[in-house]
C-alpha cells in the first residue's frame, strides 16, 4: 500500500498531531517521543482502513482506535465521515471532533486549517498547514483516489480538485497519502502541471473518465 502518515508538531509547546495513524500506532506515539513531542490528536483524511485501522480484507490493522487509547485524545474528521470511521474503526461519537471545511485545528500555536474535499469519500479532508498540504487520498503527485468505492463521487471528486484545492498556492509543497510516485512529494504547482488529472477542463472531459462507476452509496447507519 505504501501509505503516509505525518505528524504536525509544534517544537516550542512539544506537541503533535498524527495524519493517518494505521498499521503500527505505537512507533508512531513512539517516534514523536522520541523527538520530545507529546501526540495530543490525529487528524483523519478518509475513513478507509488503510489510513485509519479496521479490518482489511481480514487482517486488522491498528488505526486512530489503538492511538486514542494510549494517547487519549480526540480524531479530527469532517461530519460527512463520521458514520464511515465509526463503522469501520468502532470508536465512538465522543471520541471524534467533527468539522466544517475552513475550520481551523491548532496544534500548539501551529494552525492547520481542515479542507473538505468530498469524491474519494464523503468527507475526505486535505489539511494546509505552513504552505504543506496534506491531501491524503484526494490527489496523488500522479493521479488522485478512486471513485468506485462506498461513498465515491467523481463529480464531487472533480469539484474539489478544480474548486476547492484550486485556493491553495502552486508554491505548496503536496504531501499525499500514498507513494504513487519516485518522489515522496513536490511543488503543488509542478503537480497541477504534470499530474494527467488535471488535464480535463470541463466537468464532462472529467467524467468521461469514470464511464462504469456509481455515485448513489447511501451512508452507513
Not at 475526505?124 to 500522479?142: K, M, P
Not at 476547492?164 to 512529494?185: C, E, N, Q, T, W
Request: overall charge negative; charged content about 20%; hydrophobic content about 35%.
Amino acid at each position: 500500500m505504501v501509505n503516509f502518515s505525518y505528524l504536525v508538531g509544534d517544537s516550542v509547546t512539544k506537541e503533535a498531531m498524527v495524519v493517518d495513524p494505521c498499521y503500527a500506532t505505537d512507533d508512531l506515539v513512539d517516534l514523536a517521543e522520541q523527538d520530545g513531542m507529546k501526540v495530543v490528536g490525529a487528524l483523519a483524511t478518509h475513513y478507509h482502513q488503510d489510513h485509519v485501522g479496521g479490518d482489511l480484507f481480514g487482517e486488522q490493522l491498528e488505526g486512530v482506535r489503538e492511538l486514542i487509547t494510549r494517547c487519549s485524545c480526540k480524531v479530527h474528521v469532517q461530519r460527512p465521515e463520521v458514520p464511515w470511521v465509526k463503522r469501520v474503526t468502532g470508536v465512538s461519537d465522543s471520541d471524534l471532533a467533527q468539522h466544517d471545511s475552513g475550520d481551523i485545528v491548532k496544534v500548539g500555536e501551529i494552525p492547520i486549517q481542515l479542507i473538505h474535499t468530498p469524491g474519494h469519500t464523503p468527507g475526505s479532508q486535505c489539511f494546509l498547514v505552513q504552505n504543506r498540504l496534506i491531501a491524503g487520498d484526494t490527489l496523488f503527485l500522479q493521479g488522485c483516489g478512486r471513485t468506485d468505492l462506498p461513498g465515491g463521487d467523481p463529480r464531487q471528486l472533480y469539484l474539489s480538485l478544480s474548486q476547492k484545492l484550486s485556493k491553495v498556492p502552486d508554491s505548496a509543497i503536496l504531501y499525499p497519502g500514498h507513494l504513487y510516485d519516485p518522489r515522496a512529494f513536490a511543488e503543488l504547482g509542478e503537480t497541477r502541471r504534470s499530474n494527467f488529472v488535471f488535464k480535463p477542463k470541463t466537468e464532462a472531459e472529467w467524467l468521461s473518465m469514470f464511464p462504469n462507476e456509481h455515485v448513489s452509496i447511501p451512508n452507513p447507519t
